[in-house]
């Protein structure tokens, strides 16, 4: 399995895409639409209309890198349009979601933070 620590950011691209699209169409819609270089150390993650595909693209040191499943039976958790979710991703956020875990509807406890004890 493709290690997701190593990057330095993970970018969800929200809108479904078209499955075969390649290198060129990917690379395109990181340039055009969410205004990223495609060469740097981001993972950018993209699923199909149904959500059984997600293929997830990168620059691997000397060329474009594109890891792709395919769910059987289950459907990829993706947030649906209105739903708060960054773009931007942890690498734990990562993971819950090839698991399928809608990791948006989540809650951890309040950070808090206090002058004196």
């Not at 290198?23 to 950018?44: A, D, H, N, R, Y």
């Not at 947030?79 to 809608?102: C, F, H, N, R, Y």
Request: with cysteine.
């Amino acid at each position: 399995m493709l290690r997701v620590e190593g990057f330095e950011q993970i970018l969800l691209y929200r809108p479904y895409v078209d499955m075969r699209m390649s290198v060129g169409g990917l690379s395109g819609i990181v340039q055009s639409e969410l205004g990223c270089s495609p060469f740097g150390k981001t993972l950018f993650v993209f699923t199909n209309k149904r959500r059984k595909l997600i293929k997830l693209f990168y620059w691997d040191k000397n060329g474009f890198a594109i890891w792709y499943k395919r769910l059987e039976k289950d459907l990829f958790a993706w947030p649906k349009d209105g739903e708060k979710v960054d773009a931007a991703i942890t690498s734990e956020q990562m993971k819950w979601l090839l698991e399928g875990v809608e990791y948006w509807k989540l809650k951890r406890h309040e950070e808090l933070f206090f002058d004196k004890t």
